[in-house]
């Protein structure tokens, strides 16, 4: 990589931050840090897709500005808007001094509330945008998204066009609940996020959990390593490894055994029907996780 | 899912042999992807080029991962993406892969000439998307001049097969389907979908972001302020449902289809609301709670436990008169679309079936008959049953493979 940052230092700065990346992510973070394109991050729900742009606006030393998307998003509610009843309350003022009132005097910065996308465009320094679950809102926004993202410029009618000074980082997160549009997808560079190997899910355990032993660590890996690739309706992510792992230790346990999987299932398994299959099963995933490391 | 590292399979000194000339290889490689129905625009490619001034070209990890960073869209593609990768990259035509499942599948060969074409037609595509990223094209001209040197021996080399894997498993019947193949065949599965918010009725409900102003409501809650009204509120064209009505033949004429059909249909009972799903084969047996499941493999091992008469005989009247019977007073609307899955070899009594479809035609607003047997190009509707049902059936469609079952969804979209 001929660039500022290398995979090896992304890697080690986002450790420091406690997050446990892979080379491919960390290779994908540098390319979009040096081509300046979005990344488009998808992967199963729990795996870390927003955790990636908190820790990489930590990494950089960044503002974090975060987008939540949801249904019935619009532009008023991400670029700015106008503050009217303070420019009302300005032209009442202007009337009671007896002043005539321009148009030029209230649409100044003073009365403008600036959302998240604009507050990216004019972020003094570079800042990580974060667009969260894009997949959540609107087609429509979706293809007005399209505008900022390549250009990185807002154009607001009484002020005119503000360009971005240094171009923000923009990670987009999608949970694939609706297909999204291709434009917009063209525009970004796409990784996505698979679970991690249960070595990689171990040492996440360790990082994130301070105090637990490493060999009950290593067994809560072992066991869901196997758990996902079995045909569950929804299957659990690291974000539920890691609510396990916290309930097993709070329960002061060293070891898993099928009683205390019993107990704690609801850590991992929101379904009924999953919850069943788990139990149902236990036995067999205690036994397949002392082979994981193994291989 | 395994990890797949092409470094395992494609050395670093093959990589070495056959990378030069790289920014016309890399179109060409584009230009593969989209032979094989990965979806690679010009804006992509670019990006990928311009990728390459970042990397360290000369390792083939970096190199991988950049195309797939900017080449592709959908992790879907990530599979038939390794795979090319390792082939076409390696040279070697016919490279062997890593892992058994790709075993069973035929490979297409195209001619030299075809691809011969491949740079010429990228790089048009090139100069028509001129704003779309002026730097990265400048990039790729520097990259292009260093390697036009090389060109002169390139020429034998551009020469790969082409390989068109989701293709012919599309038009695959699937009475030809390899256990292994089934994987690759339950994404394309997924893929057919009834987008039921594409069509829109002619009437209205409230939406915040519909376009229509919907008078009467603004006007009705401005009573509550005065009368003045203060907040607009719009409406917009309700989304006309499909109402489906699956009746599946499951008799032992019908059993090397009716697995993939059974799944097709419990892919479209999850987005149709309102589909109602039979099966039959001497009795009748509704099957929409099963199918309601949220894992397959739940659904199908409860459909073998419960479905006694699976690979039966078939009495096609009988059962169209048990359904007639017992569901047809709430089921027989003229807003739902009656779908027949059915080969037609009947031992039944033809006159019950002829009285059963004049009812059915009556009470659905289309009947739609799939059977797999029209597959064959001289098939005649000839055996009693489908003979009997031919006058009532306003469409009369394949069922033998995945393209077909793609055309019937466009139809009842139509409908």
């Known amino acids: 990589m001929k660039k500022t940052l290398s995979i090896e230092q992304i890697k080690e700065a986002m450790r420091k931050n406690s997050y446990i990346c892979d080379d491919q992510l960390a290779f994908v973070i540098c390319l979009s840090l040096a081509m300046e394109k979005p990344l488009l991050l998808e992967g199963e729900p729990g795996v870390g897709k927003t955790e990636v742009a908190k820790v990489l606006a930590d990494v950089l030393g960044a503002k974090l500005i975060r987008l939540q998307c949801y249904e019935g998003l619009d532009a008023a509610a991400t670029l700015y808007e106008w503050n009217y009843a303070k420019q009302l309350l300005k032209i009442k003022l202007f009337d009671v001094c007896g002043q005539t009132c321009h148009l030029e005097d209230i649409f100044t910065d003073e009365y403008l509330i600036p959302r998240p996308l604009l507050m990216a465009v004019r972020s003094p320094e570079k800042a990580v945008l974060l667009i969260d679950e894009v997949d959540s809102a609107d087609a429509e926004f979706e293809s007005f998204l399209l505008e900022v993202l390549s250009d990185f410029q807002v154009t607001i009618p009484e002020m005119g066009t503000i360009k971005a000074i240094h171009k923000p980082l923009v990670i987009i997160t999608s949970n694939r609940v609706r297909e999204l549009h291709d434009a917009l997808k063209r525009r970004c560079l796409y990784h996505y996020i698979e679970y991690p190997t249960p070595e990689r899910e171990m040492e996440i355990i360790m990082e994130k959990i301070p105090g637990i032993n490493e060999r009950l660590a290593k067994q809560i890996a072992g066991i869901m390593a196997p758990l996902r690739e079995q045909d569950f309706f929804k299957r659990p992510g690291v974000a539920e490894t890691l609510d396990w792992s916290q309930a097993l230790t709070i329960l002061d346990k060293e070891d898993v055994d099928e009683e205390v999987m019993d107990l704690t299932c609801g850590c991992l398994f929101k379904f009924k029907e999953d919850v069943k299959r788990f139990k149902d099963t236990k036995a067999e995933a205690l036994e397949k996780a002392k082979t994981v490391f193994e291989e | ?361 009556k009470g659905f607003k289309k009947i739609i008959w799939l059977n797999p047997n029209l597959k064959y190009d001289s098939y005649q509707p000839l055996c009693m049953g489908m003979a009997a049902s031919m006058p009532y059936i306003d469409y009369f469609l394949p069922c033998h493979n995945l393209k077909t079952l793609e055309a019937f969804i466009e139809i009842v979209k139509k409908i």
């Open chain 2, 1 to 361: 899912m395994a990890h797949f590292i092409p470094a395992q399979f494609l050395t670093e000194i093959d990589f070495q042999v056959y990378a030069h000339n790289l920014i016309e290889r890399t179109l060409l490689f584009a230009d593969l992807l989209r032979k094989n129905r990965v979806p690679v625009h010009t804006a992509k490619e670019l990006d990928a080029i311009a990728a390459l001034q970042y990397v360290d070209i000369s390792k083939l990890s970096e190199f991988y991962m950049a195309l797939k960073a900017t080449m592709l869209v959908s992790n879907k593609h990530f599979p038939i993406f390794d795979q090319l990768f390792t082939q076409f990259w390696s040279g070697r035509g016919n490279a062997s892969l890593p892992g058994g499942d790709t075993s069973g599948v035929p490979v297409q060969k195209q001619n030299t000439k075809d691809k011969q074409r491949g740079p010429e037609k990228s790089a048009e595509e090139r100069q028509g998307s001129a704003n779309d990223g002026k730097d990265s094209q400048e990039g790729a001209k520097v990259l292009l001049q260093s390697d036009s040197k090389e060109q002169g021996n390139s020429s034998d080399e551009t020469s790969l097969p082409t390989y068109s894997l989701i293709e012919t498993l599309r038009e695959k019947d699937f009475e030809d389907i390899q256990p292994s193949e089934f994987v690759g065949f339950d994404e394309l599965f997924k893929s057919l979908r009834i987008n039921d918010k594409e069509k829109r009725g002619r009437r209205f409900k409230s939406s915040k972001t519909g376009k229509i102003i919907d008078i009467p409501k603004s006007i009705r809650q401005s009573r509550q302020k005065g009368g003045e009204i203060i907040k607009i509120f719009t409406k917009d064209r309700k989304p006309r449902h499909a109402k489906l009505v699956l009746i599946a033949d499951v008799s032992a004429s019908m059993d090397i289809y009716s697995t993939f059909l059974i799944k097709f249909i419990y892919e479209l009972q999850k987005y149709v609301r309102d589909a109602e799903t039979f099966v039959f084969s001497t009795q009748l047996k509704r099957i929409t709670d099963i199918l309601s499941h949220r894992s397959i493999g739940t659904a199908l091992s409860l459909l073998s436990q419960s479905v006694l008469f699976w690979s039966g005989g078939t009495d096609i009247g009988g059962s169209f008169r048990e359904f007639n019977n017992s569901y047809g007073g709430k089921l027989r609307k003229r807003n739902r679309i009656l779908v027949i899955l059915s080969d037609g070899w009947d031992t039944g009594d033809i006159e019950t079936l002829k009285k059963q479809m004049e009812i059915f035609k």
